[in-house]
């Protein structure tokens, strides 16, 4: 599954304590079972506590219309039986939520494949907590630019609120496989945009220009926008609020102002499906 980023060479894996290639460079395998492929971390804003935040919205529910959404895609897509294992790519898997509830669904709903769900993820903090959670999957920080993974091998690739690099995407993307792109709608968390940025050039937002990026790299292409709302209790906004790239830009004065009531807030996704 793996070739080195340093070289492009194939790995493999070492009295289980590393991943080694043909030219000798070496990554450890954590005791979690997670490999790391960075040299040097990389600072993010995507620390401990964001994770925290995001895994626990996530766990209440938040997301799952939206996982469903994709679930069905997938089932569907695979319909025409290509048995064997189901290898799922999620690009950009955070705290892993996302992945292991896709593969939990898929598993519930179809016996007949096995799914490995493959997360990768340049902030650490994201793939402890992952590895610690999902200890069927395979999880491994490393630079979506560089990443670590064998040419064509995944038939999905999943890409949820999470910066792309198609390049990437097109090599590590089987010949009948599917790319499935999660961006915010219109309408995503228009609540919270109105409070934080009432009468500036955030206050409204549009996706046009990722969906048309997206339609450039693919030969075949379909859409689908799910939308919901959600009734968030207080503690639960808080971390929502701590979550979403929204707030960032936000004063910390109107945050807290923002933080201990109770809300209801729109949720809004378009899913994009590419074909090579
Ligand atoms: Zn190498």
Not at 9 to 14: D, T
Not at 204 to 219: G, K, P, Q, V
Request: glycine share 6%.
């Amino acid at each position: 599954m793996f070739n080195c980023p340093i070289c492009g060479n194939s790995m493999k894996v070492e009295q289980s304590v590393s991943l080694v290639c043909e030219k000798q460079h070496c990554y450890d395998i954590s005791k979690q079972g997670y490999v790391n492929m960075l040299f040097h971390t990389t600072k993010t804003k995507y620390d401990r506590a964001l994770f925290e935040s995001r895994n626990i919205i996530s766990r209440s529910g938040f997301f799952d219309p939206m996982l469903e959404g994709i679930s069905n895609r997938i089932l569907q897509a695979q319909g025409a039986d290509r048995g064997g294992e189901l290898k799922i790519l999620d690009a950009g898997c955070g705290e892993g939520s996302h992945l292991m509830e896709v593969v939990s669904q898929l598993e519930e709903r179809q016996s007949s494949h096995k799914v490995l769900g493959v997360g990768v993820d340049i902030a650490k903090e994201g793939i402890v907590m992952a590895s610690k959670a999902g200890a069927d999957q395979v999880w491994c920080v490393a630079d979506l630019a560089h990443s670590p993974f064998a040419d064509r091998q995944f038939d999905f690739i999943m890409n949820i609120l999470s910066p792309s690099n198609y390049a990437e995407f097109r090599r590590l993307l089987a010949d009948d496989g599917m790319v499935i792109k999660v961006i915010p709608g219109d309408d995503y968390l228009q609540e919270l945009r109105k409070m934080f940025y009432s009468q500036t050039s955030k206050e409204s937002y549009s996706n046009d220009h990722t969906m048309e990026l997206f339609s450039r790299h693919y030969e075949r292409i379909d859409s689908e926008r799910i939308q919901y709302r959600v009734v968030l209790d207080s503690k639960r906004m808080n971390h929502l609020i701590n979550m979403t790239p929204l707030s960032w830009g936000a004063s910390p004065e109107t945050c807290e102002q923002t933080m201990g009531d109770e809300m209801e807030v729109t949720v809004d996704f378009t899913v994009l499906y590419g074909w090579n």
